[in-house]
């Protein structure tokens, strides 16, 4: 007997057997305004956002933040709405690698001073943001970077977990799943010594959003 | 391979004396317990009904559990077709092989960790040892206690117990810095410096699982530092170890179970970062590990289905029930010589590994019930921990000479000449033995040197409450004339 056939076979003859799963949690949250609700979580937890008008506005921002950290290298996702801006032109003092461009992505993740990205969902209650992998979209990207800064539609805000899971089922989203689908609900951290928060332990040290209309 | 500390109730009773009196734990324990206690109740407050949903997530485990085969049979389904390799195993032996094998047909020499309860229990970095390959912890609480070559203790925060300075000082006496305690950003700094590295040059990534969720064949993973996701991202391989009652069927039942994993173990209303691993990296990603493997544990938990410790299995391994013990908050994780301590692991470590070698943890509790209240999944742990003690007298693991003692101790009582003929004696022969009110025990009675046993009053309380009656008696005669 396998250990397969052997574990099933044992879980079979020991369990009960009378299962009646609740039906699913509604979320109980209601925020009047989203975005400030996704700010004041994400300033909580030592992550930054900003809310702006437009598209346009938002690349000024991103702009002005890229000033400030004076970012020499950047790496960005090949994704909405990044995939039809020349950022590369834009921005001619950096040095910039877009995900699928020639080169070793790895790399020039490890090297980066920035990582740039968007997002699928951005949950309110948390101040979070749902990053999935796929064509055009690293996981390094997000990951290796001192910095990550995502540009984010202020559209893709829902209230919090519950919903989000919710408006999958609904768009028959729910069995495709990405290889890698993140939450990250601010910068990388840890209190392990001695419980003091310290930031950026093997993630990025700031972690800054931009929501646009 | 597999080392079970016995835990007998004197061993017990020794490592929680050295506890009590190790001033820089107490501090450190206290400090760390307490914030956690702080950050979870504001947590819970702030969510709109924690109440409801703690019922919640207590019926979905018990509606999960109750048909474990059929979901964990979905989950391996739809974790395949997504392109995970799935391994089953009954104990800790056969999980040690499954996963040294995947990592010597890699020929891997160095492999990540990412904190995980599931490979302590199976003593993971033993066996890759032996096999020649170097594990890594790479969850920073862990990593400095991989350092200083301890076990966890706690299951969230692994190295709770060190002050600042211990750390400082292992730190400079094994990586060659000089850090003073004060300088945690340094010391941060210098982990994720040193981590980088292997996280980028390791060819298999380990972890453990938070929770799995069947209808997508998907394995979450929280970690706040970010370790998780290096781990599960940067080595080309990844292997997963999960015990296998960590499993939500669906998503909506994911998330009810992470909004109160985070909530009650630190506080948070969601960790940093929730990594979500459905298969390997798909062909048109970038990047991401060519092959995922995920090890379906057992180790004694499908023995519990069914039975009074079913409930145990319930548990999201949050660890509010320890920071919340006040048995756990004076002795500290590592007297009860499991991965699992506090509460939980009074409950759950003789149950998997054996009540006869763990015969003190049923004990290592006042039955205040506070663990109940904290619990995330309600789990009526000072229930089982009932259970358990009387099992422990049922199947006479209970010293030889404690069962004479308890049934000579009922005769005598049922005799109550008998009894005061044999105080009287007591009495008398006590008198070497008695100061000061109380008696000096021989050591193998009071290893810790910390327990005082009354002596035998010079009157009994019967003797007294005589007297009190006849004096009343005089007073009322008198008062009558
Ligand atoms: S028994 Fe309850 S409180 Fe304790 S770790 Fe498990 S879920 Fe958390």
Redesign the pocket.
């Known amino acids: 007997m396998t250990a397969r056939e052997h574990i099933l076979g044992q879980l079979r003859d020991n369990a009960r057997g009378d299962a009646a799963p609740p039906a699913p949690w509604q979320s109980r949250r209601q925020f009047d305004d989203m975005a400030a609700r996704f700010i004041a979580s994400l300033e909580k937890v030592k992550g930054a956002a900003y809310r702006v008008a437009s598209l346009d506005v938002a690349l000024d921002k991103l702009g002005e933040l890229l000033q400030t950290l004076e970012a020499e290298r950047i790496v960005v996702n090949n994704e909405a709405p990044f995939d039809t801006l020349d950022l590369p032109g834009r921005w001619p003092e950096a040095e910039w690698h877009t995900v699928g461009q020639a080169g070793d992505l790895r790399a020039a993740c490890a090297a980066a001073d920035v990582g740039l990205s968007s997002a699928d969902a951005a949950l309110a209650e948390t101040g979070t943001l749902v990053l999935s992998s796929g064509p055009g979209r690293s996981r390094l990207v997000t990951l290796l970077p001192p910095v990550h800064i995502a540009l984010v539609p202020a559209a893709c805000l829902t209230p919090d977990i519950f919903t989000w899971t919710a408006t999958r089922h609904a768009a028959g989203l729910a069995d495709a799943m990405p290889a890698n689908l993140i939450l990250v609900s601010g910068p990388s951290k840890t209190a392990d010594i001695e419980q003091t928060l310290a930031v950026g332990v093997h993630g990025p040290k700031r972690f800054i959003v931009v929501l646009y209309d | 391979m597999t080392h079970t500390p016995n835990v007998t109730f004197y061993d017990f009773r020794k490592s929680a004396a050295k506890a009590v009196n190790d001033p820089n734990l107490q501090r450190a324990v206290d400090g760390a317990t307490l914030r956690f206690r702080t950050h979870r109740a504001e947590a819970l407050a702030e969510l709109p009904d924690s109440d409801a949903l703690r019922d919640h997530l207590k019926a979905i485990r018990a509606a999960t559990l109750a048909c474990l085969a059929d979901h964990l049979e979905t989950f391996e389904r739809n974790a395949q077709a997504a392109g995970a390799h799935v391994h089953w195993a009954r104990d800790a032996a056969d999980a040690q092989r499954i996963v040294v094998e995947i990592a010597q047909q890699h020929d891997a020499d160095l492999v990540v960790k990412s904190k995980s309860m599931a490979t302590e229990e199976i003593h993971l970095n033993d066996a890759l040892l032996a096999a020649g390959i170097e594990p890594v912890e790479t969850d920073l609480g862990e990593w400095i206690i991989q350092l200083a070559g301890e076990p966890p203790s706690h299951?969230i925060g692994p190295a709770l117990h060190k002050t600042r300075q211990q750390v400082a000082e292992l730190f400079n006496r094994k990586l060659g810095t000089n850090f003073t305690g004060d300088d945690i950003p340094g010391m941060t700094e210098q982990a994720r410096r040193v981590l980088r590295e292997k996280f980028l040059s390791a060819s298999i990534g380990i972890s453990g699982v938070n929770v799995a969720v069947a209808e997508t064949g998907s394995i979450v993973l929280v970690t706040n530092e970010g370790n998780g996701r290096m781990v599960t991202s940067a080595p080309p391989v990844h292997i997963a170890v999960m015990g296998l009652e960590k499993l939500a069927p669906t998503w909506d039942d994911a998330a009810v179970w992470l909004s109160l994993l985070g909530r009650?173990a630190t506080g948070q209303p969601l960790s940093i970062y929730t990594a979500t691993i459905t298969g390997p990296a798909q062909a048109d990603d970038p990047d991401g590990p060519q092959e995922v493997h995920i090890v379906l544990l057992d180790n004694g938990r499908s023995a519990l289905l069914g039975g009074k410790y079913e409930e145990i299995l319930q548990?999201?391994?949050?660890?509010?029930?320890l920071n919340i013990c006040p048995v756990y908050q004076e002795v500290s994780g590592h007297a009860y010589g499991s991965p699992y301590s506090g509460?939980?692991g009074a409950v759950i470590t003789p149950l998997l590994f054996g009540l006869e070698e763990y015969e003190a943890l049923p004990h290592a509790s006042s039955l205040c019930g506070a663990?109940l209240d904290?619990?995330?999944?309600r789990?009526d742990?000072p229930r089982m921990l009932l259970e358990l003690r009387a099992d422990e007298v049922e199947q006479r693991i209970i010293p030889r000479q404690e069962r004479l003692l308890e049934g000579s101790a009922a005769w005598v009582l049922g005799r109550p000449r008998l009894f005061r003929f044999l105080t009287g004696l007591g009495r008398f022969f006590q008198r070497p033995l008695a100061r000061n009110g109380s008696l000096r025990l021989p050591r193998g009675l009071n290893p810790a040197r910390d327990r005082q046993l009354p002596a035998l009053a010079p009157r009994s309380f019967r003797e007294l409450w005589d007297d009190g009656l006849s004096a009343n008696d005089a007073t009322s005669e008198e008062e009558g004339t």
């Open positions: 299951i009650s548990c999201i391994r949050c660890g509010a029930c509460p939980i663990c904290v619990c995330p999944a789990i742990l």
